[in-house]
Every structure is written in C-alpha cells, then in structure tokens.
C-alpha cells in the first residue's frame, strides 16, 4: 500500500530486505510495523453503573458533568449535521443505540458502507467489532437510548459516524493506524476506490496512545488539520504508578492535537491519567474529562452495555463538544484555534502544580481544567430565536435552485429595534468558505408599548447577577438580552399580550415569570444550580476513658441543586491550634524587640545564615538548635538556596522542602521599607516584621507581625498591624509537602490586628483519628454522615484536650473544601509505671 500524505511505502519482506532497502540513497528511513496495545474490555451492564450518584437517573454521570443534557434541553443543540469518527477497534453496527446515527444508513434497513466504513486489513466489508472498545468510545460520542433501555450517554446524539478499524482485537499496528488516518482524508468506497475528499469527518477521536514519546504520526495529523480535521486524542494510561512528570503518551503529546486527561465521578484526576509536561516542556494534557467508570455502548453480544475506565474514554467527551460547538456555531467548523478557545477559555480549571503548571491557568495534570461543554456552547451558540428555517432543504443538485422560506416572529424579540442576522449555507466541503446571506428586520415602535425594567439578583445572598433576560410567548424561546453587570436590564412588550420573561445564568437555575403590559418592574432571583455544603462550624467533642475506642457521625449536608461529592482525608496535625479572639485561646501580648536587635539584610529576597536560637526546640519528631530567617515571612530549618519568594499562595509547596514556620508568607520586600529584626528575650526567640511592605504593593501598605518559638515546642503568630493580604499569602508550618498545617491561604486567610495564634505540639492526630470512608455521595436536599473512629491516648502536657481535622474536598465550587474540627478529652490511665534502666 501506498501512503501518500508522507510518500512512503508498506512492504512486507525479511531482515535482509528492510536492510537494503535502509542502505538506499533514495530511501529517507525504514521503520518496522510496531504494535500498541489496546486497554481490554469490562462489560458490567447494570444501570446503577449509568448513575450511581443518582440512582434510576437514566442520564448517566459523565453527561452531567459535562453539562451536555443541558445543551439538549436548554441550548437545543445535539449535533446535528457534524460527522465523528474513530479509529479504534471498529463499530458494532448492530447495536440499536448506534444504528441510526450511521452515515451508511440509508434508512429502511438498508445500508452503504462506501466512505463511511474502513478496515486496512480489508476482512470485514461491514463495521463490527470484535473487541468492545471502539463501539464503547463511539457510543460516548453519538449513541441515542434504545427502546426498553432510557440510558443517556452520547454527548452528540444528533451527530452521524464513521470508523476505521486501526485497531484489532488486543493492539494496533503502526501500518494500520497509518492507512486508517490516510483514509480519513479521502474516504473511499469498501473496494478502496473513488476516493472522496469532500466525505472526510469533521472530527476524528483517537482512544491509543504509544507507549513511546514520537512523533511517527506527525504527517498524519498535520493533514487532519490541514483538512480543517479537528484531531483528539487519549493521553494515555499507566500501567503502573500514573504520578511520573513527563509520561504524556503520544501521540496526544503533539503541537497540534487536543490530548485529554481522565477524572473520575469525584472530578478527581484518575491515577492512570499520565501527566506532561512533553519532552520539550509543553503544557499537557489540554483538557480533562470523564473517564473512570463510563457506562456505554458494547457489542449486542457483549451483553450491549459496559463500564470502561481510561482516557480512551475521556478523548470521546471532547470531540463529541466539539461536535456540539460546530452545530451551535457552523463559522466554527473547520477552525481549530477559535474551537480550541472557546474549550479553554470555558473549561473548569483546577489547581494542580505537581508537575508545574501557571496558578489560575493550564497544568500539567488537568490541563486548562475539566470539560464544560454546556459553558462552551453557551458562548459559541448563535441565538436567533425570533428566525425560523419553514420546512428542511432537500439535497441541492448542480446548477439547480431551491427557495429559502424564512419565518420571522417579531414577539421574540426584546422590544423594537434594528435586528440582524445571516444564514450560513456550507456543504461537505470543510476547506470552502461558508456562503451567507445577510438579514436586516426593523421593528416599529408603538405608543401603546410598555417598558419593564428589572434587576437579577442571587437568591439567598441578594447579590446583583449578570444574567441573560428573554421575552416569549406560547411556550417559544425568545432571543435573550444580557443584563449590566448589577443585573439591571430594560424591555419593551406590547399591549394586551401576555408573555413568559426567562432569566438564565451559568451556574444557575433558570426562571421563568410570567409578564404583561401592566408590569412596570420585576425584580427576579435565580438559585445556584451546584451543591452546597453545609458543615459543622464548631468543634465536634468527645470524652474518652483509658484504652476506650468510640465512633462519632459527623453530619453533613447538601442544600444544593446537584449531588455532592467529597473525598476525606484526616491531615496529621502534630500541633494543636488556638486563637486569643476564641474562648479558651492564648494573650495576645506583642513583645518588643531592643533597639539593638540584630536585622535581616534588605533584600527582597534575602536569608540568613543558619542563626542560633539559644535553646534546643522541639519541631515535629526532631530538635533544632538553629534556624535560617527570609526576607518574606519565614522561618526555615535548611537554608533555602534555591529559593526566590513565594512561588504559590497555599500550602502544601512542593518548592519548600525545608521545614518551615511561616507566620505569614508573602512577596515581602524588604529593599523597600520597614525591617525584619530579631532575638531572644526573656527565653523565647522572637523573630518582627516591622512596616514591611509587599514587593508590588503600595508603600504605605504595611505589614508588622512576630513569630515566638519557646524552648517546650509552642509556636506564637502575633499581628500587629495588617494591610490587605495579597493573593499570594499563607500561615502555617510545613515539614514535608505530605506533613503540614495550614491555619489559611490567600487574602482571607483569618488573621486580622491584634490577633495571637498559638500552636502546641501534641501527638499526631493520625494516631488517635481515622475514618474508614475515603469519598461519599450526598443528593440534593439529603443529610449524610462521615463515620470518625477515635482511640484514646495519653493525654499531652499541659493541653487540656487533642484537636484533629476532618477535611471534606468538594465539588461545591464556593466552598471546595471544609474542615470539621474533633475535640477528643482523654481521661488518663487508672496508675502509670515508669521503668528506669540504668547502665554501666
């Protein structure tokens, strides 16, 4: 076979004949026909797979979290007129919720399979798969639900497919990955001629990956985006540990493909999802999206329904949006950089810097974040509600013409005005310009009208929202206004007609009210549509006897829209926390420093030598004599001599793997003003900030706080006097990147003037606090509870109780995570022996 997008050649011959065809002056390379190995195939077919955060919820997890059903519902957007394809291990056609959105399929129960289906090894003349993993990853992208099984969990159900079949049962070959791409340029009929280049897709998903960094199938995709092909790909599974930097397969590892990571039901990174950066340091994966535990389409004979987990399962969410994309906006299609900013710009981004990445930006483990398909298209979609197609176009021949019928209904629209539109006509053809035919309506004013002004607000919270307004009656959908950023908006209805006003917003419910000519004012409120935390706020406490266990239920809540999901963890919190503005807390007692005091150099980002502190202290499990004093807030155990400022505004750093007592971490530039003195006084090391100001800030924005080390182990933050905090800003104290305790990040972290925080060793709370549960699902509008098990222990010197954390990370975006303090009082032991051991 000839592969004509890279002028090369497949032969098939022995050792001797690839070696002289390598020592030819007119051949450029000799490569062998590598195999990659495919995932296998899962079938589970319970529906309680479909949705087992909402159980009997026909649509399945990985669609809500995309917000594809929304687009359906609110957007009307399926795909239509968009053509996916796959190469894969081919398409069961057999499969009823697969069937009918084949472009081979002529209706009637007759099919042509030219174009539309191919298999380089030229056996199968009809798609089948022998597999499961094609049809599974097709399903995501089109599948419709079939009669007697209501499961919905094909992000385009209104687009059609095709397939190569690049992969057998248990691998893929390089020669056919190659042929299959070539095809995709130029579909052919099932003997392999007529090649049609106008019937290429318009989107190819790729769910392999190699299990070597390459770029052998760069000419390919290059072609595909030439094409105006919008190329996605898996960013590939680990086989084992999936937390190595740099393990982004390939071919997702390239320029110009989109490679998705996988996240779970939780929106966690799934552990297999192998993470970037790329050899030459670019940011990968681009986007995350489901694919731990999808639910999908599997041969009929498979028992036609299975879970998959991989990025194989993930890549499929993304090309079918884009799909979504290409229907709700046609100037899009072919236009990979304007289709790769609206997935960008509309994604969800999570943090996550352990292999680098730009705080409130791309990373190398999410990418630019999750997948928002419902954001996207809301931004893409061109809304002219009040202009109607009459009727559907029939094909159009050659030469010939066809009357377009517009409808035009004036009482969608917001009130009188200028109103323009144009209908986009484009054909298979992606490299064409599209044709457009320019509309201009001009609606009249009547003194009869009656103006509405409003304002959108936040149920519960009163907060002014920008929202988008629209009038309509009889049940139609009018063309939307976007309010002032206050929420604030103005319409214009006539008399004597009774309209319905629709206030939408992302994130939010949408309402509806009705509205007349006797309304002169409406003020609307729209509730989130996410789940809301409600934790408890106050120190949970129990009381222990010797050698007693007890198990507390610590209550939770979701008063939102959408089911919650956390993950727990019980951080190892070596050092009891208390606060001079709650019972029970330390003085606040600021200690002045003489005026000789010894001062840090004035730098902005300056340390110190290793400084005595006159005492032996106690940190963590060791003992510390000295310690190095920074420009920005800091106390360190190990001279920091890499470091230049703070890198991130939370804990834990993995740039700070020195220990660390930070009262308050900042861009403190000292070169600037104020000064940082310290020394020992009346047996405690005291370390002052005094009229610091930030290396960016104002220079009359200040900072003065101390840190307080005493000889028994007890940690004193005090706050003098505060400016605003900065985003970049932490407190807290860190050993390790795994061993920390962060009291707060960013610019609410909770220290104000006048306020002391003291932190007292006690035992590590892991020790005596453990739950069994490590993630949990609460629906909308239920109570939960998180099952704790605390053990006694021998109570600590001088604390009258032990103190652990309970942390919740969530999906509620304004709370993500919560912290449920546990008290636990430990009476002591009925009699105590102490053995002395004496020696020579």
């Keep these: 076979p000839i592969l004509w997008v890279m002028n090369a050649l497949i032969v098939r011959g022995s050792l001797a004949d690839a070696q002289q065809l390598a020592g030819r002056t007119d051949v450029a390379a000799v490569r062998g026909n590598r195999l990659h190995a495919m995932p296998v195939a899962t079938a589970q077919g319970s529906a309680d797979f479909c949705s087992p955060d909402a159980p009997n919820n026909p649509i399945c997890w990985n669609i809500r979290a995309i917000g594809a059903e929304r687009v359906w519902a609110d957007l009307g957007v399926r795909g239509r007129g968009i053509v996916l394809a796959n190469i894969d291990t081919g398409v069961a056609i057999n499969h009823p919720s697969l069937a009918g959105s084949y472009r081979g399929n002529r209706g009637g129960g007759f099919y042509s399979d030219d174009y539309s289906w191919y298999d380089p090894q030229g056996r199968l003349l009809n798609p089948a798969d022998i597999q499961g993993h ?94 105006g092909i919008f190329p ?127 705080p409130g930006g791309q990373n190398n483990a999410y990418g630019h974040g999750r997948l928002n398909a419902y954001a996207a298209v809301a931004r893409a979609r061109v809304d002219v509600p009040w202009l109607d197609l009459v009727g559907t176009l029939p094909p159009v021949a050659g030469g010939d013409t066809l009357p377009l019928v517009l409808n035009v209904d004036t009482a969608r629209l917001p ?46 919270t009163g907060a002014p929202l920008q929202a988008q307004v629209a009038l309509a009656r009889d049940g139609t959908r009018g063309l939307p206004i976007t309010t002032e950023r206050d929420g604030r908006f103005t319409l214009t209805v006539a008399t004597g007609v009774a309209y319905q006003l629709t206030a939408t917003a992302l994130g939010y419910l949408p309402q509806t009210y009705p509205v007349d000519s006797q309304s002169s004012r409406l003020d609307l409120q729209l509730s989130r549509d996410q789940p809301i935390l409600i934790a408890p706020t106050t120190p949970i406490t129990a009381a222990l006897d010797f050698a007693e266990t007890t198990e507390l239920l610590v209550p939770i809540e979701n008063r939102g829209t959408r089911p919650l999901h956390y993950q727990l963890t019980i951080p190892s919190n070596q050092f009891q926390v208390t606060r001079s503005d709650l019972p029970g807390g330390p003085q606040y007692a600021w200690i002045d420093l003489p005026a000789d005091a010894a001062r840090l150099p004035a730098d902005e980002d300056g340390f110190t030598a290793p400084i005595p502190l006159g005492f032996t202290f106690p940190f963590y499990s060791f003992t510390i004599t000295d310690v190095v004093l920074t420009g920005d807030g800091m106390l360190a155990v190990d001279s920091p001599f890499v470091y230049s400022g703070p890198t991130s505004n939370c804990m834990p750093d993995e740039w700070l793997p020195f220990y660390v007592i930070a009262p308050l971490r900042a861009d403190l530039d000292l070169s600037s003003g104020g000064q940082a003195r310290y020394g020992l006084v009346d047996g405690r090391f005291v370390l002052s900030y005094e009229n610091v100001p930030l290396q960016y800030g104002q220079a009359s924005e200040t900072f003065t706080f101390q840190v307080i080390l005493a000889p028994d182990g007890r940690i004193v933050f005090q706050y003098k006097q505060l400016a605003a905090l900065p985003t970049r800003a932490s407190v807290g104290i860190q050993r390790t990147p795994t061993t920390l305790q962060q009291i707060g990040c960013g610019p609410t972290t909770p220290v104000s003037n006048g306020l002391a925080i003291e932190l007292s060793p006690q035992p590590d709370s892991t020790l005596w606090m453990s739950s069994d549960r490590q993630r949990g699902v609460v629906a909308p509008g239920e109570r939960g509870e998180v099952p704790v098990r605390l053990a006694w222990m021998r109570p600590a010197p001088g604390l009258a109780y032990l103190e652990g954390q309970l942390l919740l990370t969530t999906n509620d975006v304004r709370n993500p995570s919560a912290s449920v303090n546990i008290r636990m009082n430990t009476r002591a032991a009925p009699y105590e022996q102490r053995l002395l051991i004496v020696g020579r």
């Excluded at 799934?270 to 986007?287: C, I, N, V, W």
């Excluded at 236009?335 to 609206?342: G, H, K, S, W």
């Excluded at 005005?417 to 001009?442: E, F, M, N």
């Design 415 to 460: 009130g009188p005005g200028v109103y323009q539109a144009r209908v986009l006509l484009y054909g298979a053809d992606l490299t064409r310009p599209l044709d457009s035919i320019p509309l201009t309506v001009r609606v009249a004013s009547s003194a009869s009208d009656t103006v509405i002004t409003g304002q959108v607000r936040e149920q519960g």
């Design 134 to 227: 094609g049809t599974h990853t097709m399903g995501t992208m089109v599948a419709t639900p079939e009669q007697g099984a209501p499961y919905q969990f094909g992000v385009a159900p209104g687009a059609r497919w095709i397939a190569a079949q690049g992969c057998e049962e248990n691998n893929c070959s390089d020669a056919d990955l190659m042929q299959s791409a070539q095809w995709m340029l130029a579909p052919t009929k099932i003997d392999g001629s007529d090649p049609r280049p106008d019937l290429r897709p318009h989107i190819i998903s790729n769910s392999w990956a190699s299990e070597e960094t390459s770029d052998w199938y760069a000419p390919y995709t290059a072609a595909w985006r030439a094409a």
């Design 232 to 358: 996605v790909f898996a960013a590939g599974n680990a086989i084992g540990p999936a937390d190595a930097c740099g393990s982004i397969a390939s071919p997702g590892d390239a320029a110009d493909v989109v490679a998705v990571g996988a996240t779970s039901i939780d929106g966690q990174l799934a552990s297999y999802s192998l993470l970037g950066p790329t050899s030459d340091g670019r940011m990968k994966p681009d986007f995350s999206a489901p694919g731990s535990s999808v639910f999908s389409t599997l041969p009929p004979e498979n028992r036609r329904y299975g879970v998959l987990s991989g990025t194989s399962m993930a890549a499929p969410h993304v090309a079918a949006t884009v799909a979504l994309l290409w229907e709700a906006n046609p100037s899009l299609i072919g236009d990979y950089d304007a289709t790769y900013a609206l997935l960008r710009e509309t994604a969800d981004q999570v943090e996550d810097t352990r292999c680098g990445g730009t």
